[in-house]
């Protein structure tokens, strides 16, 4: 009789908890893919690409790096602009652009069309690419919040792999290779 009693006791208790998650989160995107790749993605990943590096001059060598504690603020502002970005771009129904814009380069990249077909019919390659490029800003984030300028390059490499892959499969796949 008591376990009777603890089996319906636990069973109340698993059926009442069940419902304690509330209600699904009801995204209303309102910027494309496009947009958040033009106005994120871009300049974020573009800042930190630039922010390490050696120039060869008439003058010798030029360093760039951040040097000051709010340099390294900064850097850690387009990190985590970039991760979250990542996220973003995986929220269902989001469209990859407007209805009246085209590809930019239409001899090169696919039609914005063609590429919501593409992420719709493997949304598990789409959300793979998107946590590739994740992983890749965490590195970032790790050499930013370590201030490893050497590691800010490392990253920046495995950024830009991440960035090359998802395009090359989504934005100009048939594109002749170099």
Same mark, same amino acid.
């Given at each position: 009789m008591r376990n009777a009693f603890f089996l319906t006791c636990v069973a109340v208790l698993l059926l009442s908890c069940s419902g304690c998650t509330g209600p699904e989160p009801q995204y209303r995107t309102t &910027?494309?893919? *496009? %947009?958040i790749m033009d106005s994120i993605v871009d300049p974020n990943a573009d800042y930190l690409w630039d922010?390490?590096?050696?120039?060869?001059?008439?003058?010798?060598?030029? #360093?760039k790096a951040? *040097?000051?504690?709010? %340099?390294? *603020? #900064? /850097?850690?502002?387009?990190?985590?602009? +970039?991760? #979250? &970005?990542? %996220? +973003?771009l995986q929220i269902p129904l989001r469209p990859v652009a407007k209805p009246d814009e085209k590809a930019e380069n239409p001899q090169v990249e696919l039609s914005p069309e063609v590429i919501k077909t593409l992420i719709d019919s493997d949304r598990g390659a789409w959300i793979k690419h998107n946590?590739? +490029?994740? %992983? &890749?800003?965490?590195? /970032? /984030? *790790? &050499?930013v919040l370590a201030k490893d300028t050497t590691g800010v390059l490392d990253a920046g490499d495995q950024i830009d792999k991440a960035c090359e892959a998802c395009h090359k499969q989504y934005w100009y796949p048939d594109k002749p290779k170099n």
């Open positions: &910027a494309t893919v *496009k %947009d922010a390490v590096s050696s120039t060869s001059s008439a003058k010798g060598m030029i #360093e951040p *040097k000051t504690a709010d %340099d390294w *603020k #900064e /850097m850690k502002r387009h990190t985590v602009a +970039l991760m #979250e &970005a990542t %996220d +973003l946590h590739t +490029l994740h %992983d &890749a800003t965490t590195a /970032m /984030m *790790k &050499a």
